[in-house]
């Protein structure tokens, strides 16, 4: 979790991993997008910011606390 800014948003991607990116980015949270997504609709996981339309994100300090709840 160093790894983390302490404020800002986290794409998709940088929380699920991309293997497909050079270099590939490692998953901070080990589940498929589609249990992602499941869990955010469900309140299991945090809800995601509209930062535009199409582009969505995660608060880090709502990634943060989700890790550490673990």
């Known amino acids: 979790m160093s ?3 302490e404020t ?5 991607p940088q929380l699920l991993g991309n293997p497909k990116a050079n270099p590939p980015t490692p998953p901070l949270i080990p589940v498929g997008r ?4 499941a869990g955010v609709r469900s309140g ?3 809800a995601a910011v509209k930062l535009s339309p199409g582009i969505n994100a ?13």
Do not use: C, H, Y
């Open 3 to 5: 790894q983390l800014p």
């Open 8 to 12: 800002g948003f986290l794409r998709l």
């Open 34 to 37: 589609s249990t992602w997504l």
């Open 44 to 46: 299991r996981f945090p």
């Open 58 to 70: 995660w608060k880090v300090e709502d990634i943060k606390n989700l890790i550490a709840s673990f």
